[in-house]
């Protein structure tokens, strides 16, 4: 699967404009964040689609149940309204799909992979009261109910399943090999859910050499993410030199060796040789 058609540069640095905006804003908003990566990756997606998919949450909010009572509740009635009425779940073949990535396609297609699943069941539930949040466990996102010492969780890839502690050890401990820590049951800060959807972007991109330009997109959008990975900037100029663009990449490589050179000399100087090599391609 190759996955949709990006849309034209105008339109590209307009989602890029906003993303940034809405990334700095006091509380950013979760689902408008996940709908414009959404349209840095489909070229399809106009403003009249993002709309329609924040008022398909709105719809799918309308119909649980009012105040359903503790967090056990309303985890049990949002699987029954999203994994069983309108059947939201996820599978192994959706983890080669980009739409599984794309908030407007998993509400569209009713699949994606877990933390984007979670989205679903988040912004579902938020709009109707509940205290929900995710829950960021190694290699696999799900969704908290209520505070900690009450805490319930669900699991949206299973269709809303409720997980017991037991169940959420295997999950952490199929994912790492070690035991689930209580620190990993804190609820996700909003942007720190982003950037995993970016990275989970970037990871359906690395395995595909010919989707340099899905890597790019995420690498950028990540970016603007107040708090991300420095490295990402050598990712980023490394893939401008992949596509071609040797000025622009050779530029960046030698912007990223001095922000390390203090770290690491050594590898500073590496970057440069790499911003040399850039260079000569021009010749």
Sequence with gaps: MQGPCPPDPERAAEVRR??????RAARPDLAALCLLVGAAADGGLDEAGLDAAQMELDRLAGQLPFAPGGP????LALADLLGGRYGFHGSAGDYERLE????HEVLRRRRGLPILLSVVWMEVARRAGAPVYGVALPGHFVVGFGPQEQQVLADPFDGGRLLSEADA???VAGATGAPLDPSMLTPADPLDVVLRVLNNVRAWAASRPERTDVALWAVELSLLLPSHPARLRYERAQLLVQRGDFLQGAAELEAYAEVV????E???????GQARAARALLN
């Design 100 to 103: 599984s990535s794309l908030l």
């Design 261 to 264: 050179t203090d770290v690491d």
């Design 266 to 272: 050594t590898a500073a100087e590496r970057v440069r």
């Design 18 to 23: 906003r993303f940034g905006e809405e990334a």
């Design 169 to 171: 050890d295997l999950l």
């Design 72 to 75: 056990r509740a309303w985890a």
